[in-house]
């Protein structure tokens, strides 16, 4: 009998096994079908059915397994609704012999196999990271709109089209073979860190659904550690994002303004994030196969050992920079290095080192380039061209705390 | 799943190679073809004379309408195709990689619409 204790009950247990093994079930179904939507129709019937069944029968001993056994029937029955052609039978029924291979124990995990048709180069490149979110973690277009400013409706339409195509043109949902795989990780770790990076632009916090998005993130590179433990590049993406995860209540203060790394209060830091972070790193520099996100997060570390000890180490910090440039070729990279390279051979040498915007035209609207041209040009005591170098990054900043301290940094110099 | 290759490339480069050049692109061509019959994965292929061979069809309001020359002129023209059979996308992809035409030029892969012929294995 349907009684208010298990009405709450089975709530609570769907509610539950949807947070640990949504992603799990989906994979599954549509490893076996290569039907991304239809996996989450059958999946999300098959709860509606727990709602009601585990509320009349009580919660069931595996809630995991009989969501699977629901979701598999109402699957085969979508495909033998959908094919009209008998000559497609044999099809039908290998993919129903997929379907009902008994799994013994455990549910296989192929949320990675999912992951790498979700960034799979034929993909969009602006959908991959929206996609993963989607059918690996479940969440809804709606919020991962707001985690991307975008419209809804527009990201509703580019996920639909996207699992259309994995259907339609056949991405296999699998991990690739040992020959294709670096390249494959790479679109893999670049979608998660596009995740990551949308919800670190909402630095405040504020808005929820973008601040969750970097725990996604984190969870998506921790999963992919776990199933491939030998990649190098996948222990540097997490070690990247849990230095800046870790320093993320410092960079703004009390009252919501801009706090520069260098005048950060270390003890917001989180530091067992910290410690976590170079665990991995140095876990990652064992094997011996050097890449962007590792180099990337031993800057972070570099960065974060001079604020410890208090010893300048910007001359190694311009060595990491200046590798990644021959990784990625990144004019973005340059910029970062010629600040680096101003601390350690003075502003004269940094301005030197800036990358030309006349052969970047890119650069021209890009905020950290003037921001950093600005500062370079101040030390060198240019103030008109640094004031003039400073507006142009005000106003191209989208978040106004940064505005206002580079406001504050403008009126600053002297006339 | 059956797969269309399209290859496209600039077809006056093929005028200006030497007759050695030439024949070894055709030996090129002739080996890729071996190796996807090998493979169990061929299911045809064909190469197309220039576009200034091409016409252009089409009926308008019951008329039909004759046009001399291809139907997209572009720098790349479309020169010939290989249908294949493989079990995904990725395998097309690797085969699409492998022939000669992506080194001079760029093919399109693109999955056959599946009518009425049982496709191959999914799983």
């Known amino acids: 009998m349907s009684s208010p204790e298990g009405d709450e009950q089975a709530r609570a247990t769907a509610d539950a096994v949807a947070r640990k093994s949504y992603g799990k079930l989906v994979a599954f179904l549509a ?7 239809g996996a989450e129709d059958a999946l999300s019937e098959a709860f509606a059915s727990a709602l009601t069944d585990w509320t009349r029968n009580g919660c069931p001993q595996n809630p995991e397994a009989w969501l699977l056994t629901v979701a598999r029937r109402k699957t085969i029955d979508m495909l033998r609704a959908a094919r009209r052609h008998p000559s497609s039978s044999d099809e039908l029924q290998l993919i129903e012999e997929a379907l009902a291979a008994p799994t013994q124990g455990e549910i296989p995990d192929e949320r990675l196999a999912m992951m790498f048709a979700c960034a799979h180069p034929s993909i969009d490149a602006a959908t991959r990271a929206p996609l993963m979110l989607q059918a690996v973690l479940g969440l809804d277009a709606k ?12 990201v509703s339409k580019r996920l639909v089209r996207a699992k259309q195509k994995i259907r339609q043109a056949g991405i296999p949902i699998r991990v690739p073979g ?14 998660i860190y596009a995740a990551f990076s949308e919800g670190w632009t909402d630095p405040t ?19 992919v550690i776990v199933l491939l433990p030998e990649e190098p590049e996948a222990l540097g993406l997490l070690a990247l994002m849990l230095h800046a995860e870790a320093r993320r209540r410092a960079r703004r203060s009390d009252d919501g303004e801009f706090v520069p790394l260098a005048e950060q209060d270390q003890s917001l830091w989180d530091q067992a994030q ?10 990652a520099s064992q094997m011996g196969r050097i890449g962007r996100f590792q180099l990337e997060a031993a800057i972070q570390s570099a960065h ?4 410890r000890t208090g010893a300048a180490n910007w001359s190694h910090v311009a060595e990491l920079y200046k590798a990644l440039y021959s990784l990625t070729g990144s004019p973005v990279v340059l910029i970062n290095r010629a600040l ?29 380039y003037w921001a950093a041209r600005s500062e370079l040009l101040a030390r060198t005591g240019a103030f008109q061209e640094a004031r003039r170098a400073n507006e142009i990054a005000t106003g191209l900043e989208r978040d106004p705390a940064v505005r206002r301290f580079l406001e504050r940094q403008r009126f600053a110099s002297p006339e | 799943m059956q797969y269309l290759l399209l290859l496209h490339a600039e077809e006056a480069g093929f005028g200006r190679m030497t007759p050695e050049q030439q024949q070894q692109g055709m030996a090129a061509y002739m080996a890729y073809t071996e190796a996807l019959i090998k493979a169990g994965a061929y299911k045809g292929s064909n190469r197309l004379q220039f576009v200034s061979t ?41 085969w699409a990689a492998r022939c000669p035409g992506a080194s001079h030029g760029i093919i399109e892969v693109r999955p056959v619409w599946e009518m009425t012929t049982p496709a191959k294995a999914v799983a």
């Open chain 1, 31 to 37: 490893a076996r079908t290569r039907d991304v939507a």
């Open chain 1, 143 to 154: 919020r991962i709109a707001s985690a991307f400013l975008a419209s809804p409706a527009a």
């Open chain 1, 178 to 191: 040992r020959e294709e795989l670096p390249a494959r990780l790479d679109t893999v770790l670049n979608a």
């Open chain 1, 205 to 223: 916090g504020a808005d929820a659904a973008r601040r969750d998005l970097t725990e996604e993130a984190l969870f998506l590179a921790g999963l």
């Open chain 1, 274 to 283: 910290i410690a976590e972070a170079e665990a991995l790193l140095h876990r």
């Open chain 1, 304 to 307: 974060v050992d001079r604020r």
């Open chain 1, 340 to 368: 680096a390279i101003a601390e350690v051979d003075g502003p004269a040498a940094g301005l030197n080192a800036m990358p030309d915007q006349t052969v970047e035209p890119r650069l021209t609207e890009y905020q950290p």
């Open chain 2, 54 to 94: 091409a016409t252009t069809v089409r009926v308008v309001e019951g008329k039909t309408q004759v046009l001399d020359g291809p139907y997209a002129d572009s720098k790349e023209q479309l020169g010939g195709y290989f249908l294949i059979d493989v079990p995904d996308l990725d395998a097309a992809l690797s």
